[in-house]
């Protein structure tokens, strides 16, 4: 599926929410008005080479704040929600859902910040987003960095237990739907409940995602992530250099990113240990070491093609 592309957009003041607060980063925030009038919550931070990053189903900008500081020393990092998070807009109709929109609106808030080439990381679901963009629109990338990410649909989900999910988020709404998940699924890895039960204020920080979530986005894009065709083979077009980020715990998606990496002609793979689904949070310092030691290279990289 190829992404639609280039609509541009307009920058309007931000806002902020007191449990999902700009300040506590520093971020300048800015309110993006894409074509189809959905606000989307952007911050940008630092100067340099554009580094785009964007986050995975049900979560926020606020899921990289813990490294903004570092990467923000040598680029300008922007951050957004996804429509139907955190602070943007959710319409309530389906038809403004889709892994593609997505990408539309990665593409349209470079735009509105004046934004030609960048650096993309998609962390889970945002890596379907970033790979669609980039086979899309590849001269809008000059580098891509997929985490934690599946190129198809992702191994062991459960098509009914998707569409039972989707139905109570319609049906009940969120809260209904996080009494049940909570009630019948484990927590997860070992790095997630070590994360859980030893930093504060992380609960409650997935508690104020969580609430923010629109239950039309949830039930569009957990269907169509269960449904998406496997595109492994288009990744052998990806002509921008590439890092293939996973933690150890990550399974499934630990041999489906290896897979990736053989298959991107000029990737790299870092598998970051003790960690699962998100290691940013789960051991930010090796997460942050792999991120930056690829970045270094991708900016020696241009400056010796100047």
């Excluded at 929410?17 to 971020?27: L, N, Q, T």
């Excluded at 319409?91 to 934004?115: N, Q």
């Excluded at 960095?145 to 459960?158: F, K, N, Q, R």
Aim: glycine letters at 10%.
């Amino acid at each position: 599926m190829g992404a639609e592309t280039g609509r541009g957009g307009q920058v309007r003041p931000g806002s902020a929410r007191p449990d999902m607060d700009a300040s506590r980063v520093g971020g300048a925030a800015v309110r993006v008005i894409v074509d189809d009038g959905v606000g989307l919550e952007v911050e940008v931070r630092g100067q340099g080479p554009a580094l785009v990053l964007v986050h995975g189903f049900g979560g926020a900008k606020e899921d990289f704040s813990d490294h903004l500081d570092e990467l923000a020393a040598g680029h300008r990092v922007i951050t957004f929600d996804h429509r139907g998070h955190g602070e943007s807009d959710a319409p309530e109709h389906a038809d403004a859902y889709s892994l593609d929109r997505l990408a539309t609106d990665v593409v349209a808030v470079a735009d509105a910040l004046g934004i030609d080439r960048f650096r993309l990381l998609g962390h889970s679901m945002g890596g379907m987003v970033a790979r669609r963009l980039v086979l899309a629109r590849p001269d809008r990338v000059e580098a891509l960095v997929l985490m934690d990410t599946s190129p198809g649909p992702v191994p062991g989900m459960d098509p009914d237990i998707i569409e039972l999910g989707a139905q109570l988020a319609l049906d009940q709404g969120m809260d209904e739907l996080k009494r049940v998940m909570d009630a019948f699924s484990p927590l997860g890895t070992p790095a997630y409940e070590r994360l859980i039960s030893e930093r504060e204020g992380y609960q409650e920080f997935c508690d104020a995602k969580w609430a923010a979530l629109s239950p039309v986005m949830w039930a569009t894009l957990i269907r169509e992530i269960r449904d998406q065709p496997d595109e492994f083979g288009a990744l052998v077009t990806v002509g921008c250099p590439t890092l293939v980020l996973v933690g150890d715990q990550d399974e499934p998606f630990v041999a489906v990113s290896h897979a990736m990496a053989a298959t991107v002609p000029d990737a790299r793979i870092v598998v970051v240990p003790d960690a699962g689904h998100s290691p940013q949070f789960e051991n930010g310092d090796d997460w942050l070491r792999a991120l930056c030691e690829f970045l270094a290279d991708v900016s020696t990289r241009a400056d010796r093609s100047t």
